[in-house]
C-alpha cells in the first residue's frame, strides 16, 4: 500500500499592528539600533498592545482558513504551539477553537519554545499519516511581549508577538508533502533559556514578582553557541539522509533568532543567501511564529511553488531542536 503523506494545503498570519523600532528600544535600555542590528539583524518587532497570543492567532487561521476556501467547523485537530499560553490551562488550542468555531476539532498545546512550530509540524504530520484525521490545524503563535523584562537589553531587544498557522491535510499526490522530519531535545540546556516564575516550581507570589521570575532569562552567549552548531548540524542530517545537496533547496525557512545563526545553517547547507527566508529584521524573533509567518508571507508573495523543496530549521529553549523537509504541495 502507498505510504499516506501530510500535506500543507493553505497558510496564513497575522502579526500586531504596534511597531516598535531599535530606536524606541533606546529609550528604555541601554543600547542603540547599531548594536542591535549587527549582533541580531533585528531593525523592529511588533508588539500587541491588548488580547492575548490566541488573539493572535485568530486572524491567522481566518486567514488560512478565506484561503483554503473552508469553514472552521471542517478543522478535526487543533495543535497549538506556544510558550506564551493564554493561561497554564485550558490548552490555548481550546480557547482558540471557541473562538474560531471549530467545534468538531479537538486539540492540545506543544511548549517547545522556538521549536514548537517543528515539533508540532511532526505530530501533525503522523496524525495525518495514520489515516485517523483530514484535517490538521497547525499553530505556531506567541505573545512574547507579555515575558519581556523591558528593562533588561540582554532579551528586551529580541523578541517580538506574533501567528502564523498552516493546515496539514493528506496529499493528492504520493511524492509531494511532509518527506523527512527530525527532532531532539536536550534538558541539560534548560539553565540557559528559561522563565522560572509561575509554574509549580515557583508558584506566584510576592517574592516572585520581585525576583523578576515571570519574564524570560537568557544567557545568550551559552544559547548562542549550540544553536549555531545545533540549527546547522540538523539541517546538514535531514539533507544528507534525503539525499539532497545545498543544490536540491529551494527555501530554507530558518527559524529567526539571530541572523547570524541563520547565515551560519545556510553556509553549513551550502545555500545561496537568496535560498533563504528572513524576516528577523521586521519581526525579531516571535517564538513557535517563525516558520509558519515567513511561510505563509513568501507564499502571500506568491515566492513557493508547488514541488519546490523547502527545509524547514529551528533550535529553542529546552534546548529543542529539528528540521523538516517539506515538498511543497501547492
Ligand atoms: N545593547 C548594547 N549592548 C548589549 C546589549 C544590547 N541590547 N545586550 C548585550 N550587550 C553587551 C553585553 O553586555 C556585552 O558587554 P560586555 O562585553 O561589556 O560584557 C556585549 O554587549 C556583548 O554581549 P554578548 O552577549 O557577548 O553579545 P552577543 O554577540 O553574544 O549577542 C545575543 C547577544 C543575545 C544577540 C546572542 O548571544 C544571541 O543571539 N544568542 C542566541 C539567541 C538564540 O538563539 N536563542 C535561542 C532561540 S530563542
Same mark, same amino acid.
Given at each position: 500500500?502507498?505510504?499516506?503523506?501530510?500535506?500543507?494545503?493553505?497558510?496564513?498570519?497575522?502579526?500586531?499592528?504596534?511597531?516598535?523600532?531599535?530606536?524606541?528600544?533606546?529609550?528604555?535600555?541601554?543600547?542603540?539600533?547599531?548594536?542591535?542590528?549587527?549582533?541580531?539583524?533585528?531593525?523592529?518587532?511588533?508588539?500587541?498592545?491588548?488580547?492575548?497570543?490566541?488573539?493572535?492567532?485568530?486572524?491567522?487561521?481566518?486567514?488560512?482558513?478565506?484561503?483554503?476556501?473552508?469553514?472552521?467547523?471542517?478543522?478535526?485537530?487543533?495543535?497549538?504551539?506556544?510558550?506564551?499560553?493564554?493561561?497554564?490551562?485550558?490548552?490555548?488550542?481550546?480557547?482558540?477553537?471557541?473562538?474560531?468555531?471549530?467545534?468538531?476539532?479537538?486539540?492540545?498545546?506543544?511548549?517547545?519554545?522556538?521549536?514548537?512550530?517543528?515539533?508540532?509540524?511532526?505530530?501533525?504530520?503522523?496524525?495525518?499519516?495514520?489515516?485517523?484525521?483530514?484535517?490538521?490545524?497547525?499553530?505556531?503563535?506567541?505573545?512574547?511581549?507579555?515575558?519581556?523584562?523591558?528593562?533588561?537589553?540582554?532579551?528586551?531587544?529580541?523578541?517580538?508577538?506574533?501567528? #502564523?498557522?498552516?493546515? =496539514?491535510? !493528506?496529499?493528492?499526490? *504520493? +511524492?509531494?508533502?511532509?518527506?523527512? %522530519?527530525? $527532532?531532539?531535545? /536536550? @534538558?541539560?540546556?534548560?539553565?540557559?533559556?528559561?522563565?522560572? #516564575?509561575?509554574?509549580? =516550581?515557583? !508558584?506566584?507570589?510576592? *517574592? +516572585?514578582?520581585?525576583?523578576?521570575? %515571570?519574564? $524570560?532569562?537568557? /544567557? @545568550?552567549?551559552?544559547?548562542?553557541?549550540?544553536?549555531?552548531? #545545533?540549527?546547522?548540524?540538523?539541517?546538514?542530517?535531514?539533507? *544528507?539522509?534525503?539525499?539532497?545537496?545545498?543544490?536540491?533547496?529551494?527555501?530554507?525557512?530558518?527559524?529567526?533568532?539571530?541572523?547570524?545563526?541563520?547565515?551560519?545553517?545556510?553556509?553549513?547547507?551550502?545555500?545561496?543567501?537568496?535560498?533563504?527566508?528572513?524576516?528577523?529584521?521586521?519581526?525579531?524573533?516571535?517564538?513557535?511564529?517563525?516558520?509558519?509567518?515567513?511561510?505563509?508571507?513568501?507564499?502571500?508573495?506568491?515566492?513557493?511553488?508547488?514541488?519546490?523543496?523547502?527545509?524547514?530549521?529551528?533550535?529553542?529553549?529546552?534546548?529543542?531542536?529539528?528540521?523538516?523537509?517539506?515538498?511543497?504541495?501547492?
Amino acid at each position: 500500500m502507498n505510504k499516506l503523506r501530510a500535506a500543507i494545503t493553505a497558510v496564513g498570519h497575522y502579526v500586531p499592528e504596534k511597531v516598535v523600532t531599535n530606536f524606541d528600544l533606546e529609550k528604555l535600555v541601554d543600547t542603540n539600533d547599531e548594536w542591535i542590528r549587527t549582533r541580531t539583524g533585528i531593525r523592529e518587532r511588533r508588539v500587541a498592545e491588548s488580547g492575548a497570543t490566541s488573539d493572535l492567532a485568530v486572524p491567522a487561521v481566518q486567514n488560512l482558513l478565506k484561503n483554503r476556501g473552508i469553514g472552521a467547523e471542517q478543522i478535526d485537530v487543533i495543535i497549538f504551539a506556544t510558550v506564551t499560553p493564554d493561561m497554564f490551562f485550558p490548552a490555548t488550542a481550546c480557547v482558540l477553537q471557541e473562538k474560531i468555531g471549530a467545534k468538531n476539532a479537538w486539540g492540545f498545546d506543544i511548549s517547545a519554545a522556538c521549536s514548537g512550530f517543528v515539533y508540532a509540524i511532526s505530530v501533525g504530520t503522523q496524525l495525518i499519516e495514520t489515516g485517523a484525521y483530514k484535517k490538521v490545524l497547525v499553530v505556531g503563535a506567541d505573545k512574547m511581549s507579555s515575558i519581556m523584562d523591558y528593562t533588561d537589553r540582554n532579551t528586551a531587544i529580541l523578541f517580538g508577538d506574533a501567528a #502564523g498557522a498552516v493546515l =496539514l491535510e !493528506p496529499s493528492t499526490e *504520493e +511524492t509531494l508533502g511532509v518527506i523527512d %522530519h527530525k $527532532l531532539y531535545s /536536550d @534538558g541539560t540546556g534548560g539553565q540557559y533559556l528559561y522563565m522560572k #516564575g509561575g509554574g509549580s =516550581l515557583n !508558584p506566584p507570589s510576592h *517574592e +516572585t514578582i520581585d525576583q523578576k521570575m %515571570h519574564y $524570560l532569562v537568557q /544567557d @545568550g552567549k551559552a544559547v548562542f553557541k549550540v544553536a549555531v552548531m #545545533g540549527m546547522a548540524d540538523v539541517s546538514a542530517e535531514i539533507l *544528507e539522509r534525503n539525499k539532497l545537496t545545498g543544490a536540491d533547496v529551494d527555501w530554507l525557512v530558518p527559524h529567526q533568532a539571530n541572523l547570524r545563526i541563520i547565515d551560519a545553517t545556510a553556509n553549513r547547507m551550502g545555500l545561496d543567501k537568496s535560498k533563504v527566508m528572513i524576516n528577523i529584521d521586521k519581526y525579531g524573533n516571535t517564538t513557535a511564529a517563525t516558520i509558519p509567518l515567513c511561510l505563509s508571507e513568501w507564499w502571500h508573495a506568491g515566492k513557493v511553488k508547488k514541488g519546490q523543496n523547502i527545509i524547514l530549521a529551528s533550535f529553542g529553549a529546552g534546548y529543542t531542536w529539528g528540521a523538516v523537509y517539506v515538498k511543497w504541495a501547492y
